[in-house]
C-alpha cells in the first residue's frame, strides 16, 4: 500500500489555507483528509488546520474494526461537530475570524472499504485504468442547479455564484450542515484521490492514474510537486492540495 499527500501555496497567493494529510492508526486504517480554508474571510487556515488535526486526533484514537456504516458516519459527525467547537473557541479569542471556516473531505480505508465524507467542494474520487469517477458530492451553488434540473437562463442569472459554497466548517451557529457518507469497495491497484478545487479545476483527472501508479515512498514528493507544477501551468490562481492511497 502506497500513499502520499501535498499541499502547495500555489504561484499566486500569500498564504496557504489548505492542509492535506495521510495517516495510520494503530490497527492499520488509514485517513486521507484534505481542507481548504475560505479564503475570502481571515483565519481560513486556521480554520483548516482545527478541523484536520480535531480529526485526526481523533482518529488515532478509534479502533474502527466493530464499527459499521452507521457508526462511522455518527463519529464523523462527532469529530465535525468537535471541530466546530474549537472554531468558536478560537472565534471567542479573535472576532477578526468570525466567519472562519473551510471545506473538508476526508477517506477511512478498513480493510477493502472507504468510508468518505465530504464538506464543501473539495473531492474524493476513485482512479481505475485511466477513468475517474467522483465519490464525493459537491456543495456549492452550481451543484444545487444541476440537481434541479434548471435551464441556461437559470445558470446565466447566477453566473457570477456558481461556485459559492452551500456547505463548510465553521462556527456551530453559522451553518446546518448535512452529512452524506459514501461506501466505496477498493479493488487492487485502485487509487483513492482527494483533491482542493485549486487541484482538481486545473487537471485533467483521467490522467492521474498512470502518474500516481508508479510512485513508491522514495518519488512521491517528486512526482506530486510536478502533479502541483502542471496544475499550475495549467492556470491554477489557488492553493493545491492532493492526497492518494494506491490500494
Known amino acids: 500500500m502506497n500513499f502520499g499527500f501535498i499541499s502547495d501555496i500555489g504561484s499566486q497567493r500569500k498564504h496557504n489555507d489548505d492542509c492535506a494529510l495521510v495517516i495510520q492508526n494503530e490497527h492499520q486504517q488509514t485517513l486521507l483528509i484534505v481542507c481548504d480554508g475560505l479564503g475570502g474571510y481571515k483565519g481560513g487556515a486556521a480554520a483548516s488546520h482545527i478541523t484536520l488535526e480535531t480529526i485526526k486526533d481523533n482518529f488515532l484514537a478509534t479502533n474502527f474494526n466493530e464499527y459499521d456504516e452507521q457508526q462511522i458516519r455518527k463519529w464523523y459527525i462527532k469529530v465535525i461537530k468537535l471541530a466546530q467547537i474549537e472554531i468558536d473557541r478560537a472565534v471567542l479569542l479573535d472576532k477578526d475570524v468570525y466567519n472562519m471556516g473551510t471545506t473538508v473531505v476526508a477517506s477511512i480505508i478498513i480493510n477493502d472499504f472507504v468510508y468518505t465524507l465530504n464538506i464543501g467542494d473539495s473531492r474524493a474520487y476513485l482512479l481505475s485504468n485511466n477513468q475517474s469517477s467522483q465519490i464525493s458530492r459537491d456543495h456549492n451553488l452550481l451543484q444545487v442547479l444541476h440537481e434541479r434540473k434548471v435551464g441556461p437562463e437559470v445558470y446565466e442569472k447566477h453566473e457570477k455564484n456558481l461556485f459559492s459554497l452551500t456547505q463548510f466548517v465553521g462556527r456551530t451557529s453559522n451553518v446546518v450542515l448535512s452529512y452524506d457518507l459514501f461506501v466505496t469497495k477498493l479493488h487492487h491497484n485502485e487509487i483513492i484521490v ?36 502542471q496544475a499550475i501551468d495549467n492556470g491554477s490562481n489557488d492553493n493545491l492540495s492532493l492526497a492518494f492511497l494506491i490500494f
Not at 498512470?210 to 502541483?228: F, W
Open 194 to 229: 482527494l483533491t482542493s478545487d485549486g487541484f482538481h479545476n486545473y487537471f485533467e483527472l483521467n490522467d492521474l492514474y498512470d502518474k500516481l501508479i508508479v510512485t513508491n515512498q522514495q518519488t512521491n514528493n517528486q512526482i506530486l510537486q510536478q502533479l502541483i507544477n
